[in-house]
């Protein structure tokens, strides 16, 4: 689950971490009257929103008055901010993060994750702030220092120290980003984080060490033990479908492509969406309906699979062990009824029940394609998106 910059800081705060000081609005009016709270020479408006990328799509931006906030607020408010992270349809802005801004001597980068291979928590650091890490890892490799936590040990000084040196500080800043760095990774270890962002961490001209921006995900699974996070949650700027699919326990992911994908298993489902793009197609999302799912969401998810225009085939790929393949032969079965299936349907069935539920499906009186192995199936539904 991700938050706002906003509540990120917030929650930092609390952990002792350092951040610019400012407050969310909703509002021109409210923007203007925080501005005038805050007291500074320089205020700083940024557009919340669950994206990367926003001073360069105009959602951060410097005013010098609160005039100006309310201002720059007003035009922000309401806007479609596009970025490389939210793709061509932008997200609406509906509130904005005034702040003061900050006198920047140096901007660095440091990120914590979780390496699942090792099984360890990884600090990534770096002296080059304010652009993509990966642009980083890609051209100056060098720049990034990586330091590996054993979570049984937990991390250390000299840890924070490590990192302290290799983004060139010195004296006294030494001393803050130790604080700052033990400060964050307590955040990120007490709330089950799965991914935390400072980008830039700065030091300023007073020697303060701050996350100018903050970035904060959380590991959905692990949300029932932080209701205080979990409450943090905004619907608001997930895709509507993919809310719908967590009412029905089921996972569903949207993508670009055309060939609409049903399958049962994690596993199961990133390689069909491999052997699509094998094929030379792009799948449509990434859904799952579980090894348990019953009729009712197998019917629900044909709807949300039919609700995306740009499907043009669905391809539904099944190894039936806990669920039966009678089971996804009495939802298609359904959902045609429902709402129809106006698009080529290609069915590879495998395992329990496969002879009854491929009986239901031929005498159903559906235009069904059967595949006798994945791949030929694969091969049929990108041929049958294709109009061949």
């Known amino acids: 689950m991700n938050i706002h910059e906003y509540q990120a800081k917030d929650l930092l705060l609390r952990y002792g971490v350092r951040v610019p000081t400012g407050k969310v609005a909703f509002s021109a009016e409210g923007a203007e009257q925080i501005a005038k709270d805050l007291s500074c020479e320089k205020f700083m408006v940024k557009a919340q929103i669950h994206a990367g990328g926003r001073g360069k799509g105009g959602g951060v931006k410097l005013a010098a008055t609160p005039g100006e906030v309310r201002q720059i607020a007003s035009e922000m408010l309401g806007m479609r901010l596009i970025t490389h992270q939210t793709g061509p349809e932008g997200k609406i802005v509906k509130k904005v993060l005034v702040e003061e801004a900050s006198n920047i001597e140096k901007e660095m980068y440091l990120g914590v994750v979780i390496d699942r291979t090792r099984e360890k928590i990884v600090l990534m650091a770096s002296s080059e702030g304010g652009v993509e890490i990966e642009e980083i890892a890609r051209n100056h490799p060098e720049k990034i220092l990586r330091e590996c936590i054993d979570p049984s040990v937990g991390l250390q000084p000299f840890n924070c120290r490590k990192i302290a040196y290799f983004l060139g500080l010195n004296g006294k800043t030494v001393n803050k980003a130790v604080s700052f760095i033990s400060g964050l990774y307590k955040a990120f270890t007490e709330n089950d984080g799965s991914l935390a962002e400072m980008n830039p961490l700065i030091v300023t001209r007073e020697g303060e060490v701050l996350a100018l921006d903050a970035k904060l995900n959380f590991d959905d699974n692990a949300l029932y033990r932080h209701p205080e996070i979990e409450k ?19 996972s569903y992911v949207k993508l670009n492509g055309n060939i609409g994908c049903l399958v049962n298993g994690a596993g199961l489902a990133m390689a069909t969406m491999d052997i699509v793009k094998y094929h030379g197609a792009e799948p449509a999302n990434f859904l799952d309906v579980g090894g348990g799912a019953s009729a009712e969401q197998v019917t629900q998810a044909f709807k ?19 669920m039966k393949c009678d089971t996804i032969a009495t939802g298609i079965i359904t959902a045609a009824k429902e709402v129809g299936i106006g698009v080529p349907l290609v069915v590879r069935l495998e395992g329990t029940n496969v002879e009854l539920g491929r009986k239901m499906l031929g005498e159903s009186g559906l235009n069904i394609t059967t595949g006798a192995d994945m791949r030929e199936a694969a091969s049929k539904a990108v041929a049958a998106a294709q109009g061949r």
Do not use: Q, R, T, Y
């Open 232 to 250: 943090l949650h905004d619907p608001a700027e997930e895709n509507p479908m993919e809310l719908e699919a967590k009412k029905w326990g089921i």
């Open 304 to 322: 949300m699979i039919l609700s995306d225009p740009n499907v043009k085939a669905i391809f539904v790929n099944i190894f039936g062990g806990i």
